[in-house]
């Protein structure tokens, strides 16, 4: 991007809304689309209505139609680039040049009515999928959804799935369509868990602003909080506490580590391999009460607050998670490793649900997914905040893009956030944990970018003259990865959908909100 009409922020941090590029959608367009073409990544595209921004600096005098906000990782930068344009009705969609905004469009479309022309895939994000082309109501009566993608033949059928699933999970509708066994497309339709979390965010902050953070996605708690914590402490121009950055760091790890090991015996499982998966369930509920440990909660509700942490660690705590430690590890080790040895176990593991890196690529793949493929991105080396600007943890990579390299990459980090773990324990900085936060300031626009165990958890917030949020945008990894899994399955038996959906293991209501 022209780093003289873009504003860049740093991970963490905000700026004001009166400093924000004001470009026409040429322009607009043509910045999003050179950046994603020289590496740079959508971590968001959104917009926010001018009437809301009345008074803040970035409002059109008329205060009709939408801004736009365009949120671009840039690696080489380390730093988010910002662009930013007004549209009234339709604008030139994005997507047949950058895969990575077509979930974004939809999502503005729904949302706003805002047209994106030439949109090679209208799809509902949130609302429930159609059967066939409906109008959204009321707002641009003249441009219809398409429904399901199907293919016609005589030896082609259709393989219906959900929503309502077996067992304890999340509704999602996954429609296949297939010649015998193999998938030639599959389509993901969801919105069955959407709450209206955004929504109910404006206003905010206030007493329920955390907790609804810590339930954006349930299994990702600390990713969660850790996101708004940092929006906060942007906002205000507040500093953590340090003693309190080991310990967020232990939270964010111990979860990657605990959904990281419970993957692994799930995949087992699928494949029917019950040693592993019976010695992974254990050993899941472990590492989940070293967290219960730090704050009474096995999930760490309540430990990530803004300005710190709500619980410390003393020696004698510290002294206790390094036991379970040491004992938990080499369990986890002897239980992983079987996979690796039994030959009938990586027959079903490697070259399964391949996606291919330049796929990845193009939809903007994010976390273990998306280094599966090679790729080398994860927010804790390219934009490093609190812990991790002291404490590297090198990225794990594997390049074959199948079931096996996901799995792989799990273990790879699961021995490295075990070091890194064990390496905050024993040497935790002095002070406080908990700083007093200030008000937001009014009038700006914070990003916060962490490094999630599926991947980049994004979240924005603009304040208004109050200081209050007037939108509070929050881009779960699972919305980048969907997609993803659609790819995977294409060529693959459909009996294959277990193991290749477990291997991505994405969430419906962090998709959802």
Not at 118 to 136: D, E, N, S, T
Not at 324 to 348: C, F, Q, T, Y
Request: proline residues 6%; charged residues 20%; aromatic residues 8%.
């Amino acid at each position: 991007m022209d780093s003289m009409k873009s504003a860049w922020i740093r991970n963490g941090r905000s700026l004001a809304l009166r400093d924000l590029p004001r470009a026409g959608y040429g322009e607009f367009r043509e910045a999003v689309l050179s950046a994603c073409r020289s590496g740079d990544r959508l971590s968001a595209l959104f917009a926010v209505p001018e009437r809301m921004l009345r008074g803040t600096g970035a409002g059109r005098g008329d205060n009709s139609g939408v801004r736009l906000f365009a949120l671009l990782a840039s690696e080489q930068r380390g730093s988010i680039g910002i662009e930013t344009c007004t549209m009234k009705k339709a604008y030139p969609a994005l997507t047949p040049e950058c895969p990575q905004a077509w979930r974004f469009e939809n999502e503005i479309r729904e949302n706003w009515g805002i047209l994106p022309e030439g949109h090679p895939w209208p799809r509902p994000v949130r609302r429930i999928a159609p059967l066939g082309p409906v109008k959204p109501a009321g707002r641009n009566p003249g441009a219809a959804y398409s429904g399901f993608f199907s293919i016609h033949g005589a030896e082609i059928h259709e393989v219906a799935v959900g929503p309502v699933h077996a067992g304890v999970i999340e509704p999602g509708h996954f429609r296949f369509q297939c010649h015998g066994e193999n998938v030639y497309h599959l389509e993901i339709s969801l919105g069955y868990q959407h709450r209206g979390l955004e929504k109910a965010l404006t206003g905010g902050p206030d007493r329920r602003t955390l907790h609804y953070m810590e339930t954006a996605a349930g299994d990702t708690t600390a990713g969660h909080a850790l996101a708004y914590a940092q929006i906060m402490e942007g906002l205000s121009g507040t500093e953590p506490a340090p003693r309190s950055a080991g310990i967020r760091g232990i939270a964010l790890e111990l979860e990657r580590v605990a959904n990281h090991v419970g993957d692994l015996g799930a995949l087992s499982g699928d494949v029917g391999y019950l040693p592993t998966a019976s010695y992974c369930g254990r050993l899941r509920g472990d590492i989940l009460n070293m967290t219960a440990l730090l704050c009474g909660n096995r999930f760490g509700r309540g430990l990530i607050l803004p300005g710190g942490t709500g619980f410390d660690a003393d020696e004698k705590m510290r002294g206790e998670l390094l036991n379970r430690l040491s004992r938990i590890e080499p369990d986890v080790g002897s239980a992983v490793n079987l996979l690796w040895d039994k030959p009938s176990v990586m027959a079903r593991l490697e070259n399964t649900g391949i996606l291919p890196a330049s796929a990845a690529r193009e939809l903007g793949i994010v976390g273990p997914a998306a280094r599966a493929c090679g790729i080398r991105r994860d927010v804790r080396s390219d934009f490093p905040l609190g812990i991790y600007q002291f404490s590297h943890i090198p990225d794990s990579i594997f390049h074959t893009g199948d079931v096996y390299a996901r799995a792989m990459v799990r273990w790879l980090e699961i021995q490295k956030s075990f070091s890194f773990v064990r390496e905050q324990l024993e040497s935790p900085p002095e002070g406080p944990v908990l700083n007093e936060i200030k008000k937001p300031r009014p009038g700006r626009l914070a990003v916060s970018l962490v490094e999630g165990w599926r991947g980049e958890i994004c979240h924005a917030a603009l304040t208004g003259t109050d200081g209050r949020f007037i939108v509070y945008k929050i881009v779960d990894p699972s919305f980048h990865n969907w997609f993803g899994l659609a790819m995977a399955m294409r060529g693959q038996a459909v009996s294959d959908f277990p193991l290749c959906n477990k291997s991505f293991n994405l969430s419906y209501c962090g998709h959802d909100l």
